[in-house]
């Protein structure tokens, strides 16, 4: 079964995924987060998650900088 484009545009990743994503250390995306340079996460209480389109969107962000 297909996932519809409405409901993987909500698909929310933790800080683990972020960093596997990403192909980072927490410590590096905890410095990144700090200083504004990846999408804010979204807070459920205390949880950090980040829309999964907002990663994707940063990481080809950065490769075409270094294109």
């Known amino acids: 079964m297909a996932t519809s484009q409405p409901f993987q545009e909500l698909r929310l990743v933790n800080e ?20 504004g340079s990846v999408p804010a996460p979204i807070y459920i209480g205390h949880a950090k998650r980040w829309r999964l389109t907002d990663i994707e969107a940063w990481i080809n962000s950065l490769s075409q900088e270094t294109h």
Request: charged share 25%.
């Open 16 to 35: 683990r995924q972020f960093c596997e994503l990403a192909d980072i250390c927490r410590a590096h995306l905890h410095n990144l987060v700090k200083s």
